[in-house]
């Protein structure tokens, strides 16, 4: 198919291993041709999410293949462009996406080498500094990573027996998070929900002072200093990374000495914000 690129926004499919998400759903799709834009949609893009083709088909967009869907003006995507989709790059393109460029040089080079373009979406930021485009992935990971830690320290799924909220006669889990941000305070809230001991670190003082009004169950909100980080990482049950560097890497908070002071089967739950993270790199550690 012949395709114009005039006025176009692409949503292809996304290829990288275990996304399951999708560029746009039909309805944000539906409202793009109402302001004159034409869309189009790879066949199959919402497969994964639940979404059928005919449900982008019935809200105005045009089914296409993946070359024609990488033609329009604006791709917007889910994830950064993988190795077999560079050669749709370009340098009249504008990508729209979540791209980590901290933790894929490889990406930023082929981005460069092909004078795009592209806008991260973890980058956008308003006048306060808050980033609204990585905040609901960041509230998801977080409420996720507690959830995930509460299950992986069950006896069934190869922990130690502890239930995170304990009972009566039996104390509660023990939870670290380091950074709280919009990740690291929502893995606090939902394991302080789950009645767990929950210690909460973060490096700003004015950040912290504005979570104690929400906060709630047994949850303590610490500075983080490495001092700090040394005499409770090794006191948790669950210990949960959400440290955010905008753009960048963190720096090594907790490394494999400290680790190996953690009890045996302690979970430790890392979200690899931009691609960068507080802990030296593990094959046990589980991401989000």
């Not at 460029?101 to 500094?129: C, H, N, R």
């Not at 009566?168 to 709280?180: C, D, I, K, N, Y």
């Not at 979970?267 to 802990?279: D, K, M, N």
Request: hydrophobic share 45%; glycine share 10%; aromatic share 4%.
């Amino acid at each position: 198919m012949a395709m114009s690129s005039t006025a176009s926004v692409g949503i292809p499919r996304e290829v990288k291993r275990d996304e399951r998400r999708g560029g746009l759903p039909p309805a944000a799709a539906g409202e793009l041709p109402r302001h004159g834009l034409k869309v189009w949609v790879e066949r199959g893009a919402g497969k994964e999410a639940g979404l059928a083709d005919e449900e982008f088909a019935a809200a105005g967009a045009v089914l296409v293949d993946a070359a024609a869907a990488w033609s329009a003006n604006v791709v917007v995507k889910v994830k950064e462009p993988q190795p077999e989709e560079y050669r749709f790059l370009r340098e009249d393109l504008v990508l729209f996406t979540y791209l980590h460029l901290a933790g894929y040089p490889a990406v930023a080079q082929a981005l460069m080498a092909a004078k795009v373009t592209a806008i991260a979406y973890e980058t956008v930021q308003m006048g306060d500094g808050s980033l609204p485009l990585l905040s609901p992935m960041s509230e998801i990971a977080g409420r996720l990573a507690a959830q995930v830690g509460a299950s992986l320290l069950e006896k069934p799924h190869g922990g130690p027996g502890i239930l995170i909220g304990g009972c009566t006669g039996v104390q509660p889990a023990r939870v670290v998070v380091l950074g709280a941000g919009t990740v690291g305070w929502s893995a606090a809230r939902i394991a302080a929900g789950m009645d767990a001991e929950v210690f909460l670190l973060d490096r700003s003082s004015a950040r912290l002072r504005q979570l104690e009004a929400e906060r709630r169950g047994r949850m303590v909100s610490l500075m983080s200093s490495q001092t700090t980080i040394e005499r409770l990482a090794p006191t948790a049950d669950l210990l949960i990374g959400a440290v955010l560097t905008p753009g960048g890497r963190a720096p090594t908070l907790v490394d494999e000495q400290l680790v190996q002071r953690m009890n045996p089967g302690s979970v430790i739950v890392e979200i690899p914000l931009c691609l960068a993270t507080p802990f030296f790199q593990q094959p046990q550690a589980v991401f989000v």
